[in-house]
């Protein structure tokens, strides 16, 4: 099987399958750690989430049952380990700009890499000022994909608080982006 789809290679994990789980880490854990990095800005506590989340998709992965998506599922468990994570310890709030940096395409010229990274560093950090339940929605809509109701089921509340959260969010970016030289709305 070149690339299975999730929803085959959880089935193969839930008959302990070591070979499907490496491969669903592989295709999960860069992932993970960026979204447990952004919503809890404390990267002393991330391998820690990140670790405890697989460990209970390898260890529940018999209890998916496919209502949802299977990242939809994975993140619920991750947004509940952080959650936890945070309420176990209060550190200092990391910096925002911190987390995964896109890789350049070699054939793009130095000053466009250069410069798509600064605006990604400039936008990680007018959303590292929102508040928690905010970034965490935005983190979710615009760096994992998730639509609002999958959303809402991640974060266990109505997809109506979502939609508000995402509503705010937006309106305190669309009046942070200028200090931070995002000025103008981006194509698409």
């Known amino acids: 099987m070149a690339n ?4 085959e290679l959880i089935a193969r994990v839930a008959g302990g399958e070591l070979a499907a789980f490496e491969e669903l880490y592989a ?3 860069r992932k993970l750690f960026g979204f447990a990095l952004r919503l809890t800005r404390a ?12 460990l209970a998709v390898w260890r529940s992965a018999a209890s998916f049952d496919g209502r949802s998506k299977l990242s939809t599922w994975i ?17 200092p709030e990391a910096d925002a700009s911190e987390g995964p940096v896109p890789v350049a395409d070699a ?4 000053d466009a ?15 590292g000022e929102l508040p928690a339940e905010q970034r ?41 982006l200028p200090r931070f030289g995002l000025d103008r709305p981006a194509a698409g």
């Open 136 to 176: 965490l929605v935005v983190e979710l809509t615009f760096f994992q994909g998730l639509s609002y109701p999958e959303i809402a089921a991640v974060v266990d509340c109505p997809v109506n608080t979502v939609k508000t959260r995402m509503f705010h969010a937006r309106r305190k970016l669309r009046a942070a």
């Open 75 to 91: 993140f619920g468990i991750a947004y509940r380990k952080a959650m936890r994570a945070l309420g176990r310890r209060r550190l």
């Open 107 to 110: 054939r793009e010229l130095p």
């Open 4 to 7: 299975p789809r999730d929803e």
């Open 27 to 29: 295709r999960y854990t």
């Open 113 to 127: 890499v250069f410069e798509r990274d600064e605006m990604a560093l400039r936008l990680r950090r007018a959303v």
């Open 43 to 54: 990267p002393e506590l991330v391998d820690e989430i990140v670790n405890d989340t697989l």
